[in-house]
């Protein structure tokens, strides 16, 4: 029999765009799933709009009225989730009709895959799109390259759902790299799969002001809060790849720094980036302190 593959779809007040996100769950190829939408305390109308959606479809909607947000969400779903695989989605992302019928095909032929990820389509700014480099991919045995690049994104994730009680779930005192911390902890457990094909809308919008890539203070304490927590993992690492997590972080801290417009912290973190991989281009983003970006 086909496993039965459990979509969780979390939202916070997108309710135009949490129907796009439902509408490309709704419309896989693969045919036997459950669609569960969590709600982490919508005041837009999305609950209203959801109940009434839910009364006529097959979709379970839950309202978390306490909040908690996106992590407790999560694990919301997971718990509530009947499905062998938990695929997740956040309400601003879609998924490719043919999203969970190839992670489905790719997770059930390889036992040793708990995890499984896939390629993403960049929309910028609900306009611009460009698809991921397919060499940025990573796959198997990531147990310490973990911490040299981020492997996937919530979207792109189909884990199996006794593996994720098994490592506990998302972490709730995290609201930034909450997908990140959790798959260190997965990598230690399994090796990633992944479906080298864009089946994932992954949008970017430096505008949303709901969107926590975009802040800056909250992600700093993350990091730190997720360095103590798998620092005796770190202590492990060849130096290469402590040199390595040390660029992710200075990298990403100089991104979310130009989303925010803090031009003096990206400073800081363009010359870290600049002192750990002294390229041309490093250096010459520091000099003009301007992120050159790949969009």
């Known amino acids: 029999m086909m496993p039965l593959v459990s979509a969780v779809i979390t939202t916070h007040n997108r309710k135009d765009l949490l129907f796009r996100a439902v509408a490309s769950a709704e419309s896989q190829t693969y045919p036997n799933m459950e669609i569960i939408v969590v709600d982490d305390k ?27 947000g996106g992590n407790k969400a999560r694990n919301t779903g997971i718990l509530a989730a009947h499905g062998e695989y938990v695929a997740f989605l956040d309400d601003d992302d879609e998924w490719m009709p043919e999203k969970t019928a190839k992670q489905i095909e790719l997770v059930e032929k390889k036992p040793d ?37 981020i492997p996937l994104t919530t979207s792109c994730m189909m884990v199996r759902r006794d ?35 864009h089946l994932i809308l992954f949008r970017l919008n430096s505008m949303d002001k709901h969107r926590l890539t975009n802040k800056l203070d909250g992600w700093e304490e993350a990091v730190a809060y997720i360095d103590r927590k798998h620092g005796a993992l770190l202590e492990t690492l060849p130096a290469e790849l402590r040199h390595a997590h040390e660029i992710l972080i200075a990298r990403d801290g100089s ?41």
């Open 42 to 68: 919508s005041t837009d109308g999305t609950k209203e709009l959801m109940e009434q959606y839910a009364a006529s479809s097959s979709v379970r909607y839950i309202y978390n009225a306490d909040g908690g």
């Open 113 to 149: 895959i708990g995890v499984v990820s896939c390629a993403k389509i960049f929309e910028y700014d609900l306009t611009r799109r460009k698809n991921q480099n397919l060499d940025e991919l990573m796959e198997g045995d990531l147990h310490q390259r973990v911490f040299e690049r």
């Open 255 to 295: 991104i979310r720094c130009e989303n925010c417009g803090d031009k003096k912290r990206m400073r800081q973190y363009l010359k870290r980036l600049a002192e750990l991989d002294p390229t041309w281009k490093n250096k010459l983003k520091y000099i003009l302190n301007r992120r050159m970006l790949r969009r």
């Open 163 to 197: 593996l994720l009680m098994d490592v506990g779930m998302f972490d709730e005192n995290l609201r930034y790299w909450q997908e990140y911390e959790l798959t260190i902890r997965l990598c230690q457990r399994t090796e990633i799969g992944c479906v080298k094909e």
